[in-house]
Every structure is written in structure tokens, then in C-alpha cells.
């Protein structure tokens, strides 16, 4: 169902781009627009390697709600782990692109939890968090993207 990976050479592992999911601040969800243009947007992410699932906040109600309301399928992408191996001008970057299906969480504990986990990667301090969550958490819708499908590869710059 997937296309693997034209350049084989360019190939790195699915562990070397779940590391990139792990490590990387941002990345770009893709959905199924509107009049069939596809819609991508830079988000902030959470990954959560044991049960392979990637989760963000948004909006409750907006252009990405509507297009996940209408079709669940997703392409997240990643970018980074540049590297300078031979010349400076030539560095190395790394990818990852996850094919999945996204569904808006229900208000709850779960999502709360999910919203804090969140949090937790972007603000240096947990009172920081815990400050905007009470502020600000009942108006976030969180998401949660099921991966299906997640390659990755290298490639020089030149």
C-alpha cells in the first residue's frame, strides 16, 4: 500500500526516523483539503514511541478540523539531524514522513494527560505548563495520529 523508498542508498531505518519523531520540535501535517487541495501546516508534536502515535493541539474548530471531520488520513513529515561530514557546504539532512489516520480526542483525562506530556516538551519548567493548561486547556482540541506507515531518509545538500 506504501511506496517503499526509491533510493534504496538514501534509506535509513525505521528506528533512525523514529529518533527523528522523537527529537524533532516540528514538523508538517498534511490533510485532505477542501475542493481536493491538499492542506499542510507546520505543527508542534508530541511522538510516543511505545505505542507509535504522535499527538498535537489545535483549534477546536477551523480548515484542519474540518478536512480531519472529513477524511482521517494523514502525512506527517520531519526534518533534521543535519550532519557536516566531508565539506561544510554539503550537509546531510534527515527525514521522515508517517502515513496515519488522525482523530480529534474526546475531552477527558486521556487528553489531558496527553495535552501535559505535550506541554512538557516545549516549556522548561512544569509550573509553566501547568499555568497555560489551566489558562488555556479547556479551549485546545488535542489529536491523535494512529501511524500506519513511517519511512525515512538521508540525503546531501548539493
Known sequence: MFRPIRKKKNEISPEQAEQLLLHCRRGVLAVNGEG????AVPINFLFDPENRKIYFHGARAGHKVD??????????TVYGGETLRDEAWEPYL??????????????GPEATRRLKQFAMKYY???QLADREIAASGRAAQMFEITIEHVSGKEVQEK
Open 94 to 107: 534527515q527525514s521522515a514522513v508517517v502515513f496515519g489516520r488522525c482523530r480529534l480526542m474526546e475531552s
Open 67 to 76: 478536512a480531519l471531520r472529513a477524511c482521517d488520513k494523514v502525512c506527517f
Open 124 to 126: 522548561p519548567e512544569e
Open 36 to 39: 481536493g487541495y491538499p492542506y
